[in-house]
């Protein structure tokens, strides 16, 4: 093992762990706000540009510490500007983020886990199966080095990349306040969204904590036998109890919750299903976003446009707000669910998932 994969990383630390940190070296607590600073709002890039603090703290510091921890394995930019990075961690994995700029925003989607154990049917990430969860400095490390490689500011973050953020809560929520903190990152924490397949109790403890982040839903049907038939998670989690879960997020937080719903041909959009969409929705302060399916060679098709119009056309009724996603960065394969880490692949890969996940601890 090198000495990068033995050192402690700064990225990702709260104020609270550099001040026991500092300690011990026997320095002054006002040290680990200015580290912090340094670390996750100005993002310098090495401890020498840490200007205010003594250089021999500075020297100190680089001698026990790493700011970071991922290495940049490749890096493809799409003909649309969305560029896709494969990191390497130091364990040896390899995930993904996506840069999305827009004209009045810069979003990147980041990976909370290695694979994905939820084996949802459509989904590129599950074909790898859960490999490991990343820790709160890898996750935030993916916004800093993205940030510092576009020379953008990111002004939205969302938790759409691989893995299940719900499944890998504490470290998620703790990198989330690193990227909402003024003195961190600095994203307004609305702008920063967790999108879960459905894992209900997490939503109750979200709810619970009154976190300030945004919450998205995965739902992808309005029937619990359909979202059975392409989500796993639903044998553990009923559709009634997802909505039950979302009704008391909505009560208690008063904020809107986004429900994804990826149109999968001759699937879920005929009639029923938006009547069905209708009706369990309308009750909920929600907004529907309508994904198209990115092509994961998993034998699902996006519906044409003449197909899907009866079932917009019923929508057009809902109380609640409707989006269609674009697609961003499909040339290069960096569109939802079509996160998928080859460099890992040694098995060959079933076109369908036919067996369960192994249960999921919650
Ligand atoms: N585990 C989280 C994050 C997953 S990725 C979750 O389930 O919400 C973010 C979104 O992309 C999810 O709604 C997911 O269901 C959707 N998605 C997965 N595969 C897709 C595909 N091939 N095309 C379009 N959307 C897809």
Redesign the pocket.
Known sequence: MSDVQTKPVLIGKTQQSLREILQEMGQPAYRANQIYKWVHHHQVKSFDEMSNLPKTLRAELAEKFHLGNLTMATREVSTDGTIKYLWKTTGNHFMESVFIPEERRNTICISSQVG?A?G?A????AKMGFLVNLTCSEIVEQVIRVQQDTGEKITNVV???M???FLNYSRVIQASHIFSDPEGLAIAAKKITI????VVPRIYQFTDESQPFSL???L?ASRQDLRQSIMPIADKFSLDQLMDSARYYTFNSKKRITF?Y?LLEDINHSAKDAKGLISILSPLKCKLNL??????G?G?RTPSAEKIKPFYDILEGAPFTITLRKNRGNDISA????LYSKEKMTEKTPRFIKSRPTPIAT
């Open positions: 994905c939820l949802c459509f989904c590129a990430t938790f759409m990349g893995g299940e953020p999108s879960t397949v459905g998205a839903i995965s992808h994804e990826v994904i198209p399916f990115n092509d994961t998993l699902f569109a939802c669910g079509q």
